[in-house]
């Protein structure tokens, strides 16, 4: 028996790569939506279905949106649908994720008239950066024009970063007074919604301020305190600090300016509002004219002047160029996070104490994009599993709840109405898998794949190399792979951009000849690989005197052979 030991170094020997900062992605969605009008007969016992068209090249089917100007007749039940927008208990909309709404006929003859959305997607991701991120936006192909797209940008909600400003394709601003329209952008400091029925295409740049104050919640209970009213004399400016209460995070400020005066001709000018990041949200600036019966009385005419704008950050100043004064309303929206997470969706206790002082208050879930929110459930046992948005009557008032996709909210105070207690989110989660190969990119099967962060989680790679977690914890995670004792990658995850993440490891496919001392081939020859006393592999020898390929790891190794 000859046995020989020799010590080697795999291919391309080094410790396996080391964790560095995790990488934080934004969500770009490019959306366009056509609209149409059409009306359906339904006889009883009758079915109409409404179908999305194909999805231009590039893009994917978003929703299908069927909305009744009218409320939905009665008579007509809804056979298929995802979510319903509801407005004092009736259907207003329906909306199917999956491209199809059916109806069917209770009563005969019944027509429904239909407005019809279908919205189709395209979603890339940009890497996070101190300063900001740039993209381009082209005319959306035909029949399409850019009057039919809005552009989505979104940071999750643990990510550290918020954005601090949006610059046109002249460079610059186009926040607050620089907005074109209140319908043109929508803004906070996790996202940008720009629609392009009042903006120019080409290339827009988002800032960015990185930090770990810029993480929010996933989840979180919204105080609204009663609105503040003031004035600002014609000419002048004021500014607001917004208040704070003791373990609540003042998120920014409503602030509604407004006139109603009769018509004259001193009443020209505007009022502009400045602070760290202003959202245009409202306008309406009209003559009002109020006629009586006869000419006894001539008409009335008045000015009615609205703004209203969102403002975040800890201040906010009013500018008052108009020649009169002007009214503000303007109250402090508050954020304390709250609820637990838990692997079917989030449970949240609300006590009367956290509430009690708000003007109105709310519950918000904002899940990582692998994450979509099904249902909702309210301490009395009402399941609110299929209203997409709506104002549903609650006691003397409207409670206001919406779902769509992976965010929702529910509010659980309106005035003197309120309901605390147990809520649950429910949360379909989309299990996320990590597919270990080795330098080759051939699958490797028996690795520890391991996660650690929000939760931590251990599996061993498939046949196809392929280890699956639920990851219903947001935040950043920690992968490590560790393959025949060695660690061999390590990846950190800031943002989770795919349901199926490569991660390649230093492992290696080696093989060995052996011979004898006149170079002729041994078969049978045993070929053993250890890391000290550890054995990291072991195989034969075939005629040709080569062993089968093994998957190494890298580093130093002891080979020890022996023949018979």
């Not at 005066?261 to 009209?286: H, I, K, M, Q, T």
Request: net charge negative; hydrophobic share 40%.
């Amino acid at each position: 028996m000859a046995i020989v030991v020799f010590v080697i170094a795999s291919l391309n020997a080094q410790p396996a790569v080391q964790p560095t900062e995790a990488t934080f992605y934004g969500r770009l969605d490019f959306i366009l939506t056509t609209t149409m009008k059409t009306s359906l007969m339904l006889g009883e016992n009758q079915v109409a279905e409404v179908s999305a068209p194909p999805a231009p090249p590039g893009y994917n089917l978003y929703y299908l949106k069927t909305s009744f100007p009218d409320g939905l007749p009665d008579g007509v039940v809804p056979v298929k649908y995802d979510k319903a927008e509801m407005l004092d208990n009736k259907i207003v909309a329906l909306v199917s994720y999956a491209g199809s709404v059916k109806l069917a006929g209770a009563n005969s003859n019944v027509t429904v008239n239909v407005d019809v959305s279908v919205c189709y997607v395209k979603t890339s991701w940009l890497r996070l950066s101190e300063g900001g991120v740039n993209f381009t936006v082209k005319e959306p192909p035909p029949p399409f024009t850019k009057d039919d797209l809005t552009v989505k940008f979104t940071v999750e909600n643990h990510a550290p970063f918020a954005i601090s400003d949006l610059k046109g394709p002249n460079g610059e601003s186009i926040m607050g007074s620089g907005e074109p329209s209140p319908e043109a952008v929508k803004i906070d400091y996790k996202h940008v919604e720009l629609n392009f029925k009042h903006l120019d295409l080409g290339t827009y740049t988002i800032e960015l301020r990185q930090g770990n104050d810029y993480i929010l919640p996933s989840s979180f209970l919204v105080f609204e305190p009663p609105f503040k009213e003031d004035t600002v004399a014609p000419g002048n400016a004021k500014r607001y600090g917004v208040g704070q209460m003791k373990d609540w995070r003042g998120i920014g400020s409503v602030v509604i300016i407004y006139t109603i005066a009769p018509l004259s001709g001193r009443s020209g000018g505007d009022v502009e509002v400045a602070g760290e990041l202003v959202d245009f949200a409202y306008y309406r600036n009209e003559i009002v004219t109020i006629r009586a019966a006869s000419f006894l009385i001539p008409n009335i005419n008045l000015k009615v002047y609205i703004k209203a704008y969102i403002v975040y950050g800890t201040w906010f100043e009013i500018r008052n160029n108009m020649k009169s004064s002007v009214n503000v309303m303007y109250t402090t929206v508050f954020i304390k996070e709250s609820g637990e997470w838990q692997p079917t969706g989030v449970q949240f206790t609300v006590r009367e104490s956290d509430i009690k002082d708000a003007m109105a208050a709310y519950l918000v879930v904002q899940a990582p994009s692998y994450g979509r929110i099904v249902s909702m459930k309210t301490p009395s046992g009402t399941e609110l599993g299929a209203t997409l948005e709506g104002l549903l009557a609650w006691g003397d008032e409207y409670r206001d709840v919406r779902v769509f996709m992976n965010e929702a909210y529910v509010q659980v105070k309106a005035f003197g109405v309120s309901e605390p207690g147990t809520y649950f989110f429910r949360i379909d989660w989309k299990p996320i898998t990590f597919k270990v190969t080795d330098d080759g990119g051939e699958p490797i099967i028996g690795a520890t794949v391991s996660i650690t962060g929000p939760l931590s989680a251990s599996a061993l790679s498939n046949e196809m190399g392929l280890a699956t977690f639920r990851l219903y914890k947001p935040g950043a995670y920690t992968v490590n792979v560790r393959f025949k004792g060695v660690d061999v990658a390590t990846l950190q995850l800031g943002t989770i951009t795919d349901d199926t993440l490569i991660v390649k490891c230093k492992v290696y496919r080696v093989s060995w000849l052996v011979t004898d001392a006149w170079d002729k081939p041994l078969s049978g020859a045993e070929i053993i690989v250890k890391n000290g006393d550890a054995v990291i592999d072991r195989a034969f020898t075939s005629d040709g005197g080569m062993t089968p390929v093994m998957q190494i790891p890298a580093g130093q190794f002891v080979v020890q052979g022996t023949y018979k």
